[in-house]
């Protein structure tokens, strides 16, 4: 059981949209659409933002999506803000009642 | 309001023993699965495993199986996360989250971590 792959860190300016990635495999990401992911601000809990792969928890700004396409789910986040500047991480059923995170992601707001 | 609640930090030495705490408020705790995350200093989450409150069946990430002892007590409505003998590397925050699930006519599924508590640290060192 192998972490998801999620690029070290993605950068944009204020106002623009980027795109996190998260990689895994036919066991987890891509057998379920059951991906999650969370941002986490330094020293704090991290907060969920999207779930079932591309659903909203109540109170989560719609400029956060997802989607899944086969073992690949991606986070976009539009409108970018200074405020988004965080660690993000996807996360994954893997089966057998087990579930697997990303590396994590560092977003900079330039 | 659902609220999650750990116990404190804590300072022990290799070799040492520990069982941290958490205890669920605001809900029924009862019937959920709460999992344990790890978060070593600097790095990313990484998922340990999970407990059913109901009746204290567990199931444990590879990574951290005959590591870590995962208990429970649901007349205190409280998860116990456990290490027989501490190691350096143990150092880390741990954090515990309530597991929703996703279930369908014919099973049910972990889905995601809808609440986590404040998380506790655990500092390993001689």
């Known amino acids: 059981q192998s972490a998801l792959t999620q690029p070290a860190s993605v950068s944009g300016s204020p106002g623009q949209s980027i795109t996190i990635s998260c990689t895994g495999t036919?066991?987890?990401?891509?057998?379920?659409?059951?991906v999650s992911w969370y941002q986490q601000h330094p020293g704090k809990v991290p907060k969920l933002i999207i779930y079932e792969a591309n659903k909203r928890p109540s109170g989560v700004s719609n400029r956060f999506s997802g989607s899944k396409s086969g073992n690949t789910a991606s986070l976009t986040i539009s409108g970018l803000q200074a405020e988004d500047e965080a660690d993000y991480y996807c996360?994954?059923?893997?089966?057998?009642?087990?579930?697997?995170f990303g590396g994590g992601t560092k977003l900079t707001v330039l | 309001e659902v609220q999650l609640e750990q116990s404190g930090a804590e300072v022990k030495k290799p070799g040492e023993s520990l069982k941290i705490s958490c205890k669920g408020s605001?809900?029924?705790?009862?019937?959920?699965?709460i999992g344990w995350v790890r978060q070593m200093p600097g790095k990313g989450l990484e998922w340990m495993g999970i407990?059913?409150?109901?009746?204290?069946?567990?199931r444990y990430s590879p990574s951290f199986q005959g590591q870590v002892t995962m208990s429970a007590d649901k007349s205190l409505r409280t998860a116990y996360l456990q290490w027989s003998s501490l190691k350096a590397t143990d150092t880390a925050i741990y954090y515990c989250v309530r597991h929703r699930l996703f279930c369908t006519r014919v099973v049910c599924r972990l889905d995601y971590c809808d609440s986590w508590g404040p998380g506790t640290l655990v500092t390993v060192s001689s």
């Open positions: 605001g809900y029924s705790f009862t019937n959920d699965w």
């Open positions: 036919s066991s987890d990401v891509g057998a379920y659409n059951l």
């Open positions: 407990i059913y409150l109901g009746d204290s069946e567990t």
């Open positions: 996360c994954s059923y893997a089966g057998s009642r087990t579930l697997v």
